[in-house]
């Protein structure tokens, strides 16, 4: 089983930008299809973007396309979420987990907030 872990989240003004982390543990990080997540208050948890196991191919949703870049590194057993040009709307917990597609497999972290500022 993989056990991830988010970090990086934090307050910054609209325009800002932020790198977020999901570092995992065990050994099998490599061999599955990764997403970013996010929870606005009072709204149900959205998909973000998402990376497959050698990293070569990413997908986004419409929101954050062109803004966010995921990316991961499996010697470190990381994977990341670049976000520029943020905006308010961007408020949200964000999660990382183990995907099929756009759809979340597995347990659910703790997450990292984002808060964005206008």
């Known amino acids: 089983q993989v056990q991830l872990v988010e970090s990086g989240g934090g307050l910054v003004q609209a325009g800002g930008s932020l790198r977020l982390s999901c570092a995992a543990s065990g050994r099998t990080f490599s061999w599955y299809d990764l997403g970013w997540f996010r929870q606005a208050p009072g709204k149900e948890r959205e998909f973000v973007a998402g990376?497959?196991?050698?990293?070569?191919?990413?997908y986004y949703a419409d929101s954050v396309k062109g803004r966010f870049t995921i990316s991961r590194d499996n010697v470190k057993n990381t994977v990341y979420l670049q976000m520029s040009s943020l905006k308010p709307e961007d408020t949200a917990v964000y999660y990382c987990?183990?995907?099929?597609?756009?759809?979340?497999?597995?347990?659910w972290g703790q997450g990292t907030q984002v808060t964005v500022s206008s």
């Open positions: 987990v183990i995907v099929y597609g756009t759809s979340p497999q597995g347990d």
């Open positions: 990376i497959n196991r050698s990293g070569v191919s990413t």
